[in-house]
């Protein structure tokens, strides 16, 4: 079976644009999550998904959004891009919202110039 | 929040040497995670261990929750195990928080 897929991998984007980051989960598990690492710290929690709802966000801004889709898989949108947004952004997928093992994508690496 | 706290912040170790890994937490939890970040950035998880002790191969790891710690042990560390190791427990709010990790570098 095939892992937590994200893409893209690699992206730069300009000061006040909008992105727009894609995850698959793994077959069967039905919660995403979103997190965001920063150059030499360890990842923050953005958000949780389970059957298409939300059931956590993190301490980001409103700029920062994020949807399920019916067969599980996930966006993350960036609005008005700064430069500070520039950062690996991981998404992970578990069979459900409960807590059990967690298994990461590869991530996204965004950087803002 | 649940406040995380790993050390040591840095780790240098002769290939075949022994090394523990510490994380302590403030707040009680029902899930904590060990991960391996290679220099790629890609997040394997280790252990999934809210309590006790489990055993996967070189590695191992003890969670004692009521004294709010987890241990990873690496044996016969290899220059494969380099990379940043990142406890995250959770609580409550099922969301994990990472610690700061620990930068482990095997030496040949």
């Known amino acids: 079976d095939a892992g937590v897929t994200q893409s893209p991998t690699h992206l730069i984007k300009t000061r006040g644009q909008q992105v727009t980051l894609r995850c698959s989960p793994i077959?069967?598990?039905?919660?995403v999550s979103w997190y965001q690492q920063v150059l030499g710290q360890g990842p923050q929690f953005i958000f949780q998904y389970y059957e298409k709802e939300e059931r956590g966000r993190g301490n980001f801004p409103d700029r920062f959004s994020a949807r399920q889709f019916p067969n599980y898989s996930s966006e993350l949108n960036v609005n008005a891009l700064l430069l500070g947004d520039s950062a690996l952004y991981l998404c992970?997928?578990?069979?459900?919202?409960?807590?059990?093992?967690?298994?990461f994508g590869e991530g996204s690496w965004l950087t803002v110039v | 929040g649940i406040q995380v706290e790993q050390s040591p912040p840095d780790l240098i170790l002769q290939e075949g040497a022994n090394s523990t890994l510490r994380c302590n937490f403030s707040d009680s939890v029902n899930n904590l995670q060990w991960f391996h970040q290679n220099p790629w950035g890609q997040l394997i998880n280790l252990f999934y261990?809210?309590?006790g002790t489990k055993q996967n191969g070189r590695l191992s790891a003890t969670t004692v929750a009521t004294e709010r710690y987890s241990l990873l042990y690496i044996s016969s560390s290899q220059t494969t195990d380099s990379g940043v190791y990142f406890c995250a427990p959770s609580g409550s709010a099922r969301q994990l928080t990472f610690g700061s990790g620990t930068q482990l570098t095997v030496l040949p």
């Open positions: 992970a997928s578990s069979r459900d919202s409960s807590g059990n093992t967690i298994y």
């Open positions: 261990i809210p309590s």
């Open positions: 077959s069967g598990h039905k919660s």
